[in-house]
């Protein structure tokens, strides 16, 4: 048996596949590029139960239509070999088994043990907190960071983790703070360069955050695809705020679709979800919605976060692709009717009614927009995503109450946005014109 870098026990023989999984969880805890180094673990100890675990972990991160095919092959390997694993080991393969069945609370369960006992396990904290965002829980995704911090001070990716859990929960200045501790530590440490971004853009710190994202842009290049086309995102959304919108087709066209993998989930979404901003901001984007949706076929029966099904039905729609949006959302229906019940609220009662709204608004149907949308807006932060991400889906509602004259209800979002952003060209001129279609003058000269 031997130790890895942190000090944690592999049931191995083989140094090489300690070194292998070591790079793995190096290149997990940094978003990097080379995640499929982790195979070399399983190539040199066939039997090492956490090595294949590790492998399946690397093809559901991955994503894709064979994901889950491709991860149960390992996973079998993993069970098989598991009468000589250590229970750390143990827990860490039932929690992967658990996430190949879609039962996200039972591998929360699994993670949140290895952190009690096993602290210096980052990559299963890390695990823990890509499933806690993707449920909707910003307190779990801080909690197990702050569980295990006092175990990983020495470790700079454990500031860029707390980092991204306190800014999901509004803390910003020890989010900020944590954030640049980590990239002060590391600089190439593209989780923090994320946490940080995402405070930037909540405070509308937007010439702060070019700054800060263009200087260390260079680390991206040895990021994963999805990830670097997603830092671009993140200064995209900048440039969209101070409305130099030639910038941000320029991004698109050479950071983020230019550059991405065009048949991989997580990167189709980083475009997907800027032309929508572009098109809210009245930006014509030619014909790069129907290039970007002749891709999206395999997205149509997958349904790993309905966040995302929500957005692949508005780029199909979009994109000329309403047969394929038809199915897509077809396909939402019957899987709410399969899941395991804590998700089922959040697929039929959330997922699919947002679907329509999102349909609808990518036809221009403003009324049965806002008929869908209106209801489930609160609760779309169960659906996954990040708060930057599912404000996506507020500016849409918008937009239909906008196009709709419905000024009271639009004043409500507008009120709201200009309190947390109060620097915003776009905000400033729809409130303005709100209060104006109000007859409320004097509110409007003030704006």
């Not at 870098?5 to 190096?26: G, K, W, Y």
């Not at 990830?227 to 900048?238: A, D, P, R, V």
């Not at 949006?325 to 709410?336: C, F, R, V």
């Amino acid at each position: 048996m031997l130790k890895d870098l942190s000090q944690l026990e592999i049931t191995t023989d083989s140094s090489t596949a300690v070194d292998a999984i070591d790079s793995f969880v190096d290149q997990l805890l940094s978003v990097g590029n080379d995640a499929q180094v982790i195979l070399k673990a399983v190539e040199a100890d066939p039997t090492c139960a956490i090595a294949n675990a590790q492998v399946a972990a690397f093809y559901l991160f991955a994503g894709g239509s064979n994901a889950l095919t491709q991860a149960s092959s390992y996973l079998n390997v993993a069970t098989v070999n598991l009468t000589h694993a250590n229970n750390r080991e143990k827990l860490y393969v039932a929690a992967i088994e658990a996430w190949a069945k879609r039962d996200i609370q039972q591998a929360i369960a699994y993670h949140e043990a290895i952190a009690d006992d096993y602290p210096r396990d980052l990559a299963s904290v890390h695990l823990a907190q890509y499933h806690y965002r993707n449920s909707g829980n910003s307190q779990g995704m801080l909690r197990i960071a702050e569980k295990v911090f006092a175990a990983n001070r020495d470790n700079p990716y454990m500031y860029g983790m707390l980092a991204f859990g306190l800014e999901e929960c509004h803390r910003l200045a020890e989010a900020e703070a944590f954030g640049r501790q980590a990239i002060a530590l590391k600089r190439d440490n593209r989780w923090a360069h994320h946490a940080v971004a995402h405070v930037l853009e909540t405070q509308g710190r937007l010439e702060e955050g070019i700054t800060l994202m263009e200087n260390l842009s260079d680390t991206w290049e040895d990021g994963s695809s999805a990830f670097y086309g997603h830092l671009w995102w993140h200064t995209s959304l900048y440039y969209l705020d101070i409305e130099n919108f030639a910038k941000v087709l320029e991004i698109y066209d050479t950071r983020i679709w230019g550059r991405a993998k065009k048949d991989n989930g997580r990167e189709q979404i980083n475009a997907i979800s800027l032309l929508l901003r572009l098109e809210l901001r009245g930006v014509d984007v030619g014909l790069r919605w129907q290039e970007l949706a002749s891709y999206l076929q395999p997205r149509l029966h997958e349904h790993v976060l309905a966040f995302l099904d929500l957005q692949y039905i508005y780029a199909l729609v979009r994109g000329g692709k309403e047969d394929w949006a038809s199915e897509l959302l077809d396909s939402m229906q019957l899987h709410a009717e399969k899941v395991l019940p804590y998700a089922r609220r959040t697929w039929a009662e959330v997922g699919v009614p947002a679907g329509k709204g999102m349909a609808a608004h990518a036809r221009g149907d403003w009324q049965k927009a806002i008929a869908y949308l209106e209801p489930v807006l609160p609760d779309l932060q169960s659906t996954g995503g990040s708060h930057a991400q599912r404000d996506l889906f507020e500016q849409v509602y918008l937009d239909a109450l906008l196009h709709t004259r419905e000024y009271h209800k639009a004043l409500n979002v507008l009120e709201k946005r200009n309190a947390s952003r109060s620097n915003i060209p776009v905000i400033k001129r729809e409130l303005a014109n709100a209060y104006s279609q109000l007859g409320r003058t004097d509110e409007a000269n003030r704006v």
